[in-house]
């Protein structure tokens, strides 16, 4: 599920920062960022335009704002788990 007003773009970037724990990036780094729709450097813009990111005045680091930072803390869990108790539990019969 994506966040509302956010691509999937975005979200790697965003992404990208939990994976290298990291509170900044270079915009090098950024625009490695592979995405199979697309990547690099302007979601990162679009996210300082949304409040996720800043950037220096050159734009050549950017780094997580608060928001960005209360996104990366949020670790969605599925509702049910695969192989659960609930679906196959032998022990109830």
């Known amino acids: 599920m994506l966040i509302k007003g956010m691509t999937p773009q975005e979200i ?9 724990t ?7 780094t950024i625009q490695t960022i592979k995405h199979p729709f697309g990547g690099g ?7 300082v335009d949304k409040g996720y990111l800043a950037t220096d005045a050159a734009r050549e680091n950017f ?3 608060p928001k960005g930072k ?14 659960g ?3 196959g539990d032998e022990s109830a019969g």
């Open 22 to 28: 990291s509170e900044s990036l270079s915009v090098a």
């Open 12 to 20: 790697r970037v965003l992404q990208e920062f939990r994976r290298v």
């Open 70 to 83: 209360e996104f990366l803390a949020y670790d969605p869990k599925p509702e049910f788990e695969e192989g």
């Open 63 to 65: 780094s997580l704002t």
């Open 41 to 47: 450097e302007a979601p990162a813009l679009s996210l």
């Open 85 to 87: 108790a609930v679906a």
